[in-house]
């Protein structure tokens, strides 16, 4: 157990619709990233949070969005779903914002869009 | 961040000591090398870390050649769950904000 908590752990919608999935990192970590695994484009970073303010951003499109809360926990917001952007979505969360710190992912919400 | 190259996929025997090796070799004085695994959809599990000294810790050991251009990851002794895919990755310590940059890792099977 990593300690990262991701809701829901399966999650099937239409397309055209929009969802939500959350992260509670693990306690004390202030930095949250959300990665998107496909199977086709393996893991891709989208976006990093730390401690509420964004960070950095990788190839997230611009359906997508993600906030920090005062308590950290995070969320990625997916809109306008298309059938391309069923995929695995990690989060993880780490101490510090830059290297020499390992992150530490959760178990993955599993979204199918169809 | 410095480009990694790893086979594509490895054997190796049940209890016998796996060797991963990653090329690292545009790698730069501040980045350090990061290994993490993923077994079968499950989330990424970080596995140990070095700049440029030989790291040990309850999971595996990394070695670092000198010139830092390429690493070996070694579990000791291998088992059945440690079937995965190993991700070599290289980072800037310190500044960097980005996350990690995964790239298509080694799938280890490691055969009863």
């Known amino acids: 157990d990593s300690g990262v908590t991701q809701t829901p752990k399966h999650l099937i919608t239409a397309t055209g619709q929009r969802v939500t999935l959350r992260c509670s990192p693990r306690s004390g970590d202030l930095s949250v990233y959300w990665y998107q695994q496909s199977l086709d484009q393996g893991l891709q970073f989208l976006i990093q949070?730390?401690?509420?303010?964004?960070?950095a951003k990788g190839n997230i499109l611009e359906r997508f969005s993600a906030q920090q809360f005062p308590d950290l926990h995070s969320e990625l917001n997916l809109s306008s779903l298309e059938l391309g952007d069923s995929a695995l979505y990690f989060c993880?969360?780490?101490?510090?914002?830059?290297?020499?710190?390992?992150?530490?992912f959760g178990q993955g919400t599993r979204l199918t869009v169809v | 961040d410095a480009k990694t190259t790893q086979p594509t996929s490895m054997d190796c025997a049940e209890g016998r000591a796996a060797n991963l090796p990653c090329n690292h070799s545009?790698?730069?004085?501040?980045?350090?090398v990061y290994w993490y695994r993923q077994i079968h959809s499950q989330g990424p599990q970080y596995i140990i870390h070095g700049l440029k000294n030989n790291e040990t810790n309850e999971m595996a050991s990394l070695i670092i050649t000198e010139d830092r251009k390429s690493s070996t990851l070694i579990l000791p002794h291998a088992t059945l769950r440690d079937t995965a895919v190993y991700y070599c990755i290289v980072r800037v310590s310190g500044g960097g904000a980005d996350g990690l940059t995964f790239g298509k890792g080694t799938h280890l099977i490691i055969q009863p």
């Open positions: 993880a969360s780490s101490t510090l914002m830059g290297g020499n710190t390992e992150a530490f």
């Open positions: 949070y730390y401690n509420g303010e964004e960070r």
């Open positions: 545009t790698i730069s004085g501040n980045e350090y």
